[in-house]
């Protein structure tokens, strides 16, 4: 009887031992949390810009680089169409981009001086093509059918913001007339001339004006409606739309 009860007590020491060293092992490795303000090694964070750039729904249409505010350094101008349907096609968008150390992160996005992709009716769309010239973004437009049309439009950044500096604007008919009128906002100064054309006789007749309109506010890039933008004179007879 005495021989059993040692066993028995030798057999829990034992027992109480094991356990003992099992659970300090488990103390000393316990299991490992990840940190919870780390990023995770195979995520990325976003590159500085906007991701409306690299969308799906984008498609490129044209591309310009040059100096747009005079600091020497290249910014780049794009021009997407952004597949958003409008009552003449789809919608444009202008993307201004400036490089910061490395990267090209966007400076401006614009929507309303690229025309619809059907503004230029039987002629298809009108966006013809963009260009940098003098710090200036320069837009031609082109269109119409039996009267033909076409649009030069040039925004320069200023006052903090991007506004309309020039406008040249030509309507006309073939054998019949054509209008041309270079307006420059800022001055108010505006030259005009028609062109009245008479194929059967083989004649032109050439008309030129100085005009005048000075405008207090001038039109901002933003919203702006190509050729939908009207001009009349106490003077004159002649109206412009640029």
Known sequence: ?????????????LLGLF??????KKQKNPPQKAPQNETPQNETKSPLINKSIASNNLTLLDKATGDLNNDKIPEKVM????????????????????????????????????????HGGMMGDPF??????????????SGGSRQKWSYTHRYRYQNNTWQLIGATTQFGIPCDYFE?????????????KIELENCE???????EKKLFKK????????GFYPGNNELKFSNSKVTIFY
Do not use: A, Q
Request: charged share 25%; glycine share 4%.
């Open 128 to 141: 013809e093509r963009i260009s940098i010239e003098k710090n200036c973004i320069v837009i031609y437009h």
């Open 215 to 222: 405008l207090e506010i001038l039109p901002l890039m933003d």
């Open 79 to 118: 021009i997407y169409d952004n597949g958003n349907s409008t009552d003449f096609g789809t919608e444009r968008e202008i993307h201004i981009l400036k490089k910061v150390n490395t990267k090209w992160i966007l400076w401006k996005k614009s929507i309303g001086p690229i025309l619809p992709s059907k």
């Open 180 to 192: 041309t009128s270079t307006y420059n906002p800022s001055t108010g100064n505006i030259d005009y």
């Open 19 to 24: 356990f003992l060293v099992t659970y300090c």
């Open 1 to 13: 009887m005495l021989n059993t009860l040692k066993k028995t007590r030798f057999i829990i020491l």
């Open 201 to 207: 006789k083989e004649s032109t007749k050439i008309e």
